[in-house]
């Protein structure tokens, strides 16, 4: 089992930057990857950015350039700086570790990013 802990949303201005963080914990050595999805209401949960055991990062073509993942393997933890916020940013962003050999995908709880105009 893996646990993941997100923080760091909240609300900031259109422009402006957050940075979320994902700690993980329990059985993170099955996962091959990590990184961030989100979800705005009424709209389907899309990836954001992932970064592998390996250390290859993919990004979403709408924050390439403006949102960077990276991840402290000594913390287990992941962190997603977001640069150049748009209000078209806002929803849920979810943390996931996976997927393990057996398919299986762990979730965070979910954080929430507002972005006003």
């Known amino acids: 089992q893996v646990q993941l802990v997100e923080s760091g949303g909240g609300l900031v201005q259109a422009g402006g930057s957050l940075r979320l963080s994902c700690a993980a914990s329990?059985?993170?050595?099955?996962?091959?990857?990590m990184g961030w999805y989100r979800q705005a209401p009424g709209k389907q949960r899309d990836l954001v950015a992932k970064?592998?055991?390996?250390?290859?990062?993919n990004y979403a073509d709408f924050v390439k350039g403006r949102f960077s993942i990276s991840r402290d393997s000594a913390k287990n933890t992941v962190y997603l700086q977001m640069n150049s916020l748009k209000p078209e940013d806002t929803a849920v962003y979810y943390c996931?570790?996976?997927?393990?050999?057996?398919?299986?995908?762990?979730w965070g709880q979910g954080t929430q990013v507002t972005v006003s105009s």
């Open positions: 970064i592998t055991n390996g250390g290859n990062i």
């Open positions: 329990g059985t993170i050595f099955e996962v091959n990857a």
């Open positions: 996931y570790a996976g997927p393990t050999a057996w398919g299986l995908v762990y």
